[in-house]
């Protein structure tokens, strides 16, 4: 019974595609996130939702959608893909919206490579 | 300002030596300094956190150091053994809700029996 489990593990498209990750948490937390870890293994932000209401949105292409259709889920829709969005996508999650010092638990990853 | 500089990129270590690895940080809004661990083909998770009002925290191998002056943590692991080759990750986060974890570059630690 995994905490935050992610679904696809790998996934290899080609440029122009569309491409949906899905995640799941049963740790009864109330926010989630999307991390990108580039090939330098740099983890950084892409966006944060708390109880289905979306409370950090970095500097991201708009191609990247996020969807949380319950506190439990968060899904990630990537339209258009390009080359540089080649990486490995963390769905995390954790009890409180950040800051606070609240842990974050990760799922293993999806990496994404594009063609 | 929201930058966590963190040091070595790689490290190499003896088996049974001590690892030490180092962050520094700007914003002194910062108030809670975890330390991540991610195994190949894993997430990162969770190994140690201190706040500012400690200097040290310990646990188990396991050392947080942290110097609020000179706004500097780091992260020393005694003992070290081949499974804990892993890349670490020294993080630093607001105070306010609705604020993410910002990273460090993350360091690659290889222990060699």
């Known amino acids: 019974d995994t905490a935050v489990s992610q679904t696809p593990k790998y996934l290899v498209t080609q440029m122009g595609n569309d491409k949906s990750i899905k995640c799941e948490q049963n740790?009864?937390?109330?926010?989630m996130y999307w991390y990108k870890q580039d090939s330098k293994k740099f983890l950084k932000i892409m966006f944060s939702?708390?109880?289905?209401?979306?409370?950090i949105n970095e500097t991201v292409p708009n191609r990247f959608s996020p969807k949380s259709p319950d506190k439990a889920h968060l899904n990630l829709h990537i339209n258009s893909l390009e080359l540089g969005d080649s990486a490995v996508y963390f769905c995390?999650?954790?009890?409180?919206?950040?800051?606070?010092?609240?842990?974050?638990?990760f799922g293993n990853g999806t990496r994404l490579t594009v063609t | 300002q929201q930058q966590v500089k963190q040091s070595p990129q790689s490290l190499i270590v003896q088996k049974g030596g001590i690892s030490i690895i180092n962050c520094a940080y700007e914003?002194?809004?910062?108030?809670?300094f975890p330390w991540y661990q991610q195994f190949p083909g894993k997430g990162p998770a969770l190994l140690i956190a201190?706040?500012?009002?400690?200097s040290e925290k310990k646990e188990g191998r396991f050392t947080i150091s942290f110097n609020k002056s000179a706004k500097q943590f780091s992260l020393h692991i005694m003992d070290s053994q081949p499974g804990d080759s892993a890349t670490y990750f020294c993080?630093?986060?607001?105070?306010?809700?609705?604020?993410?974890?910002?990273f460090g570059k993350g360091t690659t630690l290889s222990v060699s029996s």
């Open positions: 914003n002194t809004a910062f108030d809670y």
């Open positions: 939702y708390n109880n289905k209401e979306l409370i």
């Open positions: 993080a630093a986060s607001l105070v306010q809700a609705g604020t993410a974890l910002i």
């Open positions: 995390a999650s954790s009890s409180y919206p950040g800051g606070r010092g609240s842990p974050l638990h």
């Open positions: 201190i706040r500012p009002d400690v």
């Open positions: 740790l009864g937390h109330d926010t």
